[in-house]
């Protein structure tokens, strides 16, 4: 079964570090484009950052001088570094991406990780 799932998330004081994991598992799957988000209690979810397959990133405006993703093709793994996080960056943070399998191109939601940022 293809599947996402992230992890990385954790309590974290203002002014830390996470970095957030998204890896892609499956008979034959490959990782394509990827978009992480986040989302808080009553809100939408807001695209934080994106990547393709050839590692064009791409930012939220108010987050590119703080985030940093990456990616790691040959373990199927997208990265998102989190630097000098604030309490506003607490949230829940999804993985989105297109994976290749068996020759069918499909797009997959994780189940998300938290992260919570404390003043």
């Known amino acids: 079964q293809v599947r996402l799932v992230e992890s990385g998330g954790d309590l974290v004081q203002a002014g830390g570090s996470l970095r957030l994991s998204c890896a892609a598992s499956?008979?034959?799957?490959?990782?394509?484009?990827v978009e992480w988000y986040r989302q808080v209690p009553g809100k939408e979810r807001d695209l934080v950052a994106a990547i393709t397959r050839r590692e064009t990133p791409d930012y939220a405006d108010s987050l590119k001088d703080r985030f940093t993703i990456s990616r790691d093709n040959a373990k199927n793994t997208v990265y998102l570094q989190m630097n000098s996080l604030k309490p506003e960056d607490t949230g829940v943070y999804y993985c989105y991406a297109e994976l290749l399998s068996i020759g069918t191109m499909q797009v997959y939601w994780g189940r998300g990780t938290q992260v919570t940022v404390s003043s």
């Open positions: 499956g008979y034959s799957s490959r990782i394509y484009f």
